[in-house]
């Protein structure tokens, strides 16, 4: 672990979600820019976020520059959490896509409701019959309902995906692209004409400016390296494991029941974790898990007996736990 932090998140990070997540804030919210660094690091805190320096410039000038963030560092270090907290603290509505392998336009850009389309043929079909009254031949009756296309492909059968719909979102918008680093190169490509124009094109439409233009984050937990093309088009953050005491300050922020002395047991045990050579480092929710089962099980202190039986709750791969436990002692002594 670095022994410098750029930044961690106060929140439990949330589980596994669907693949598109949407969440509004309260149709009350302001909406507000940061001012300054200074006033970043304040409204992030205020909603729950600990900011470094390099976090609230970073959201600082994201926000007065109109650019994108690539947010890049392991998972469960509060990346997502940061798309979060800055669309809270700017009152923005938070729209995500959530990245995968296959990821192709149609399910991030927009698709058109088939179903209602084919509803819409059926309630027609008198007036369709009436269109092709007359023709001779299957070719000349397409033709004449392909003069009507317009009215099966317009805006009334659109079904916008989470990109489209940050761009034409009525209430200024947010768009966490999480985990691009998961979606294949072609799908990294065809987003870099989003990211530059903040505009959208539908062959069938035309071309859809943004409303109000969204603020976008994008993470990447480093599975694959991202393009220089990307990486040009965005301003570049790293956020890594935090040191101990942004570790307790989170402990602490968000569990004020867990004593002081078992907080800081537990902050020290998991520095010391991380510091082997794991598959899978435990996260910032990890630690707050294994501290919030501590007190459930009455434990007063972090022994090695109490370590052992509860490693499952900091680790998940066996080898992980095997690695741990050969190395007890400094554990619980951290």
């Not at 031949?137 to 489209?164: G, K, N, Q």
Request: with cysteine; glycine share 4%.
């Amino acid at each position: 672990m670095e022994a410098t932090d750029p930044g961690i998140f106060a929140a439990v990070a949330w589980g596994a979600s669907v693949k598109f997540h949407r969440v509004s804030p309260p149709s009350t919210a302001e909406i507000r820019t940061f001012t300054s660094v200074a006033d970043a690091e304040k409204h992030l805190e205020q909603v729950g976020y600990l900011p470094s320096p390099e976090i609230a410039t970073a959201a600082f000038l994201a926000d007065r520059m109109d650019k994108p963030i690539l947010v890049e560092g392991p998972a469960g270090v509060g990346k997502t959490e940061l798309a979060r907290a800055m669309a809270t603290a700017l009152g923005r509505e938070l729209i995500r896509l959530q990245c995968y392998e296959g990821l192709d336009e149609a399910k991030a850009l927009y698709e058109w409701e088939y179903a209602k389309q084919l509803l819409y043929t059926q309630l027609l079909k008198d007036k369709i019959g009436e269109m092709v009254q007359g023709t001779s031949t299957l070719s000349e009756a397409a033709d004449r309902l392909a003069s009507s296309d317009a009215v099966f492909f317009s805006e009334r059968f659109l079904l916008p995906r989470p990109i489209l719909r940050a761009q034409l979102s009525e209430r200024p918008a947010l768009l966490l692209v999480d985990e691009i680093d998961k979606a294949d190169p072609e799908f990294e490509a065809f987003l870099l004409e989003v990211l530059s124009d903040n505009a959208v094109t539908i062959p069938e439409l035309g071309t859809f400016h943004a409303k109000h233009i969204p603020r976008v984050l994008l993470t990447s937990n480093n599975a694959r390296e991202l393009s220089d093309a990307l990486k040009r088009r965005c301003l570049h953050l790293h956020i890594d494991f935090p040191d101990r005491e942004r570790e307790l300050r989170i402990v602490r922020s968000r569990l004020p029941h867990v004593p002081q002395m078992l907080a800081e047991q537990v902050v020290e045990a998991v520095a010391a974790i991380r510091a082997l050579d794991l598959k899978k480092a435990p996260s910032i929710s990890e630690t707050l898990d294994w501290a919030q089962s501590l007190v459930l099980l009455n434990a007063e202190q972090l022994t090695s007996d109490v370590v052992a039986s509860t490693l499952n709750l900091v680790l998940k791969y066996e080898g992980d736990i095997e690695k741990a436990r050969a190395n007890l002692p400094q554990i619980a002594q951290a």
